[in-house]
């Protein structure tokens, strides 16, 4: 059969159980053999408190039975109407087994389902047929249950509903010449001007079928009649009606409706079938303004009025919840950028909503909640459509790239209260996280939440720098240090070779620089690929700050090793003396630092070729003794290469 356990507590009338299993994550829409949900059940079976769970725990009143079910001994001789019947509502099943409080309990639960605060809860459909095509209003009536009937009515079912053989239904409660649902219908307003498909008016339909309706019967539809012939006719004709409005632009009376807040018209001019769908359209000669040429349906105009009856009616008479403007909005945009929150869930809990729709920006619903902080329709989105918060823009970005770049707290905070990814990449040439995204807008909060909510923090970017590396080009030690207590590889180098200190001092970040050398022990004397120290790097980029750093790498490593040369035999006193940069010169010579060393070529700052070698006088005026000599196979004045007979003729010539 099929059945779970929460079916079986139903189907033996255990509503207890039943209802404890319904509480503690029991599935409340699976399916057995026949197609039957445990709303089915418990429908079935006349369980209303286990009725009004199910549907506020998210079961979907919608799902027809699939097969028809074993009639139960007891029912079998009672009533044929439910022999061999399937696609089955559980509203269906209510009427079709007498539960008139089961049914109430689902009446109740659509009023209730607009103003729920769990989104869970999905809309009954009244439209849909069980396979003798009948509504849940049809098989209201031919089981006698009107006073049902009127309540289903009451809650938005359709009286003119058609079968599939152009049928309504009253045509067919007078061909079955049900005299009472007959008059029912006519009271409750059916339209009678509709014809069967052989041409016959509802009138002449009763004629032939003898049915004895009453002369004040008639005469009260009459008199009806003529109310509504009256105000049609004063406004041009039909229910739809087309007509002058705004600016010489052609509407409806419905867009008319709408326009003048009359919801009560609306409503009215909806169930007798007018046109839900077109937009206003021009006049003849092109006349109109915006209102001629916005694309909205009635659906969008009610959407921005905030018309909520409206709405309703549109959505239970087949207006498309998915037509877009002209600038290619959907009414969910429309009732999102207008903060109308009832209309937003109703709209949203429609089954065929299209959650990916993006407008003429780019924004599906899900960024138009995020770009007007509406938390609550993003997570009702998010409900329907769980990836809806991954979907990117033309750049690349999904909803939380653009909040963290925006360093929009709130929006990244909501994001990672509904589970977004927070590893996920830029779809872009950069391949950036969110981690690295917050580091470069320099939001410590942000970074703080990202790796509290489980960003990987040494997830690297494609030329290999991790956040470190990036905090680290900026002055941002706060967020160094966040990086290195959340255990970032301080170690890890780039494409380049190089570490985050390498950087830190390519770009003068003195405090990322404390940083660095106080709180963690990254190797201040490790080489990148062009064979350079942070020092190294320091005297061929330092700033105005240069001879603080140095101060600073010294008061951190007084042993540091200032002669050591790069691959080119530079040392930082050279590499700093051929940039011009005095204060680091006089700062390295200061701290003892040989100055004739060779590099590879042959240069040292006594050789090097500037401007003006004032430079070099002044480093020599501060020496206060001799400067330590320095190992080498050349002569630092000539360059001669060092021997036996050059060094012979060298005494010779500083002999008197």
Known sequence: MGNCLLQWAAGAGNEAAALFLATNGAHVNHKNKWGETPLHTACRHGLANLTAELLQQGANPNLQTEEALPLPKEVTSLTSSMDNVYLQTPLHMAIAYNHPDVVSVILEQKANALHATNNLQIIPDFSLKDSRDQTVLGLALWTGMHTIAAQLLGSGASINDTMSDGQTLLHMAIQRQDSKSALFLLEHQADINVRTQDGETALQLAIRNQLPLTRKGWLALAN?????????????????????????????????????????????????????????????????EEEARDGQTPLHLAASWG???????????????NAQDAESRTPVHVAISNQHSVIIQLLISHPDIHLNVRDRQGLTPFACAMTYKNNKAAEAILKRESGAAEQVDNKGRNFLHVAVQNSDIESVLFLISVQANVNSRVQDASKLTPLHLAVQAGS??????????????????????????????????????????????????DENGNNALHLAVMHGRLNNIRVLLTECTVDAEAFNLRGQSPLHI???????????????????????????PDAEGNTVLLLAYMKGNANLCRAIVRSGARLGVNNNQGVNIFNYQVATKQLLFRLLDMLSKEPPWCDGSNCYECTAKFGVTPQSALWTSALP
């Open 538 to 564: 320091l005297g061929q980029y330092g700033k105005e700050n240069a001879a603080a750093i140095f101060d600073l790498f010294l008061e951190c490593m007084p042993e540091y090793p200032l002669d050591k």
């Open 307 to 321: 018309l909520e009856e409206t709405v309703q009616c549109l959505l239970e008479f087949g207006a498309n919840v």
């Open 224 to 288: 009806n009649l003529e109310d509504i012939a009256s105000t049609l006719v004063r406004h041009g004709c039909d229910a739809t009606c087309w007509g002058p409005g705004p600016s010489g632009c052609l509407q409806t009376l419905l867009h008319r409706a709408i326009d003048e807040n009359n919801e009560s018209t609306a409503c009215f001019l909806i169930r007798s079938g007018c046109d839900v769908n077109s937009p206003r359209q021009p006049g003849a000669n092109g006349e109109g």
């Open 444 to 493: 410590e909060i942000i970074v703080r939440n990202l790796l509290l909510a489980g960003a990987k923090v040494n997830e690297l970017t494609k030329h290999r720098q991790t956040a470190l590396h990036l905090a680290a080009q900026q002055d941002l030690p706060t967020i160094c240090s966040v990086l290195l207590e959340n255990g970032v590889d301080f170690a890890a180098v």
